[in-house]
């Protein structure tokens, strides 16, 4: 019987993951693996309890220092929203589900204070486990980064990290907490590829802020790199490759030089307008979550913020709610930032896939379908107008827009509009300053708003078109089941159908409409979009360089030409093949790459 020889550690080998963070690093390896202490069960007299509580809450309060030293230290290099992650830390620290939890462990069972701990994390670790929302059973490595913490006060262990490397290496790692992540600098940490980690874990959110290419969810990876190998990392494409050839090497080093000097170029128009060849003024924005974003919607040339996610303020201090205050002085913030171009910020869009189970309060059986977006804001009125107050009181300090997720019909749209004139008349009676004729629009990203999109358009300021949940709604297609994600298909003629609707009722009605959904953001589809008559595209701000540059290099008669022709296609095979047909035809060579 023929025996398979497994692949030699010295050979090339290539192993796929997610890429969270784009761009390429090329290093040694370096394979961090989280060496758990021993920590032994230790019976202690009755005598001896109030000192192990006390050496416990000694530990508790020295962590608490060093997460507040950190977080001192994070704000002043990358702002208050990447700090507070530690605040949430330090608060995690004595919350009762936590610090009080170890003492009564300590005392009912009369153990050691590492035992007691090591309890409780685990106890901890496997509640947040068991959660549906893919947001909670991520906060798993939180709750982990603060214990191990308490755990190395407790037992006098010195902290060491692995930025402490004095010379370029990937870190390969089962996992990495933000701890771990917010240390690291550009060299001699070049990139990082994980076992773990999720899409919104913080550890994800910090790489892409550091500009740091990395790359997640590859089983195994601490077991099957070796310490000192050579590795490239795309993080483009999620890929980790070991044991390169020389001739690999030179390759992706040829694309880093490229990908640069391709920035260059794009960013050589930055101050220039977004202008068609035949004179269509188009308008590209930004998608945000953080206001330290605004440094890169500025680089890369953005005319405003056209989504602000607010949802990553109560995300970032789950699973507290923040207060009118809180909200308040970050929406100022945006808004002074942002002037004097417009900030549009939308009203949390929890639920769904990022379910906030302490705000629900319970589990949802088909949570994509239940309580989310507006529904669910107007459910909680408390925590509703405790943002929308705010968001009334920032707009006296900038150009700001209030937008609403998931709106479904002209019902939900006029019971909003009289919550916001509600909180307006309170503002006047405190004489608290606002903007009376703050823009309300909403997010057209399901079915029924799309073809009541004419009505909607005499009830709303403005309309932004959510692609990524038009798509999955439109055609039922859960895009996170790969089952089914070969089905989502953005030029489906249904889509085109649903956008040219919207559209068309935005331009009679005489309200503006942009796109804020990924589709923007690739060149081939703006394309379409362009001759679909779009005229406001927001995006992730390294995406905008590369739409200006196709906006200023097609007409746009042409581009309505290629949409006019794709609505009569009956397939979104034979769209796009009609598509990159044209654009080879009608346009420059290599109009629609989006990397070099």
Known sequence: MPTTTPPSRTSIRTYKGIGVSPGIAIGRAVIVERLE????????????????????LEAIEKTQSQLLDLKQKVKRSMGDEYAS???????????????????????????????????????????????????????????????????????????????????????????????????????????FATEAGGRTSHTSIIAKSLFMPAVIGVPRLTKIVDDDEMVILDGYEGLVLVNPTQAMIAEYQSRVIRHEEAERRLLENRDLVALTKDDRRITLQAN???????????????????????????????????????????????????????????????????????????????????????RLCMKHRDMFRTQLRALLRASAFGKIKIMFPVVTSVQELRQVKTLVRELRAELDAEGIAHNPELPIGIMIEVPSAAIIADILATEADFFAIGTNDLIQYSLAIDR???????????????????????????????????????????????????????????????????????????????????????????????????????VAMRFPEGLINKTP
């Open 480 to 582: 996170s089941n790969e089952n089914v994600s070969y089905l989502y298909e953005p030029l489906h003629p249904a889509l085109l159908r649903l956008l040219k609707m919207i559209i068309d009722a935005g331009h009679k009605a005489n309200i503006p409409v942009s796109l804020c959904g990924e589709m923007g953001s690739d060149p081939l589809f703006a394309i379409v979009l362009l001759g679909l008559g779009l005229e406001i595209f927001s995006m992730n701000p390294s995406s905008i360089p590369v739409i200006k540059n196709i906006v200023r290099s097609v007409r746009y008669r042409d581009c309505k030409r290629i949409a006019e022709v794709a609505l009569t296609k009956k397939t979104a095979q034979e769209i796009e093949e009609f598509v990159i047909e044209s």
């Open 37 to 56: 202490a021993a920590v032994y069960r230790v019976p202690i007299r009755d005598d001896e309890v109030p000192s192990e509580v006390n050496r416990f």
């Open 85 to 191: 992650i530690f605040e949430a830390h330090a608060m995690m620290v004595s919350d009762p589900s936590f610090a009080d939890k170890v003492v009564q462990k300590i005392e009912a069972e009369q153990v050691n204070a590492e035992w007691a701990l090591a309890e409780v994390q685990e106890e901890l670790q496997a509640r947040f486990r068991s959660f549906d929302d893919v947001y909670l059973r991520e906060r798993v490595a939180d709750v982990k980064d603060v214990a191990d913490r308490v755990q190395k006060n407790l037992q006098g262990v010195s902290h060491h990290d692995v930025s402490e490397i004095t010379h370029d290496v990937i870190i390969i790692a089962d996992d990495l907490t933000p701890s771990d992540t917010i240390h690291f600098n550009r060299r001699p940490i070049v990139g």
């Open 288 to 374: 945000i979550e953080l206001v330290e974003e605004l440094k890169d919607a500025i680089r890369f040339g953005a005319e405003g913020i056209g989504l602000y996610r607010s949802e990553f303020l109560y995300i970032s201090k789950s699973p507290l709610l923040p207060n009118e205050e809180e909200h308040f002085q970050l929406y100022r913030a945006l808004a002074e930032a942002t002037a004097p171009q417009w900030c549009v910020i939308r009203t949390f869009d929890l639920g769904g896939r990022k379910l906030a189970k302490e705000v629900i309060g319970s589990k949802e059986n088909n949570p994509v379908l239940g309580l989310r977006g507006l």
